[in-house]
């Protein structure tokens, strides 16, 4: 089957680095995604990669690495506002549709 | 306003009740989705339609039914709601030109069945 795995929590100070990874088993996708959710929100869209690398937008950082099935989210410069829940997610090739991880919860402390 | 926007917001039911979830949006959108959020669980994807004539099941669909009535609106039903269908419910749309696939979600629909 399909699956991706996330750690549920994940704690850190304000103004510092984090990194959130994903790790996937599928038989074929275009690229990761990831989006943030805040408590009673609707999730929203951060970034993709399509091809092995990292990307970057901001304070944001997402990696990919096809050939160890693995991806991850670097937030920099930790805010308050970024205590959110992260969610990993794949387009499958086999009708397009995406699927998500289960979801990591950030704690941003002062 | 929204982009898209889902109704009801909140509804509590009662076991073997018939619900329906509407979704409509304004992008312009070919493809629409439906999402159930459960708390350690993520979003899992209940039926995906890609326009008005087709309609593909997602990995949890049994017990719920979709109707793509329009281009801009796509409905969730429940026939028989139970409670573990209890959970919050995401309306999404993407652009089929759009590489990254980007999905745009709606405010969510929390559906309580008692």
């Known amino acids: 089957g399909q699956s991706l795995e996330q750690p549920s929590e994940v704690t850190a100070v304000e103004g510092a680095i984090v990194q959130i990874n994903c790790t996937y088993q599928?038989?074929?996708?275009?690229?990761l995604s990831w989006y943030q959710q805040h408590d009673g929100g609707a999730p929203t869209f951060l970034s993709y990669n399509a091809l092995d690398g990292l990307e970057e937008t901001g304070r944001f950082s997402s990696f990919l690495s096809r050939s160890d099935s693995y991806g991850y989210l670097l937030l920099q410069e930790l805010q308050m506002k970024d205590s959110a829940s992260y969610f990993c997610?794949?387009?499958?090739?086999?009708?397009?549709?995406?699927?998500f991880g289960a979801g990591t919860r950030l704690f941003v402390k002062a | 306003d929204a982009d898209v926007t889902q109704t009801p917001r909140n509804r509590i039911t009662k076991t073997g009740k018939r619900i329906m979830l509407e979704c409509s949006q304004t992008?312009?959108?070919?493809?629409m989705y439906w999402y159930r959020q459960d708390p350690g669980l993520g979003l899992r994807l209940i039926y995906y339609?890609?326009?008005?004539?087709?309609?593909n099941k997602g990995e949890i669909s049994d017990g719920y039914s979709v109707s793509r009535q329009a281009q801009a609106k796509f409905s969730l039903s429940l026939e028989s709601a139970i409670p573990n269908q209890t959970a919050l419910y995401f309306c999404a749309t993407s652009d089929y030109q759009q590489v990254t696939g980007e999905l745009f979600f709606g405010e969510g629909s929390r559906l309580t069945v008692l």
């Open positions: 339609s890609f326009d008005v004539k087709d309609i």
């Open positions: 992008k312009g959108h070919d493809r």
């Open positions: 599928t038989s074929g996708f275009y690229g």
């Open positions: 997610a794949v387009r499958l090739t086999g009708g397009f549709k995406t699927i």
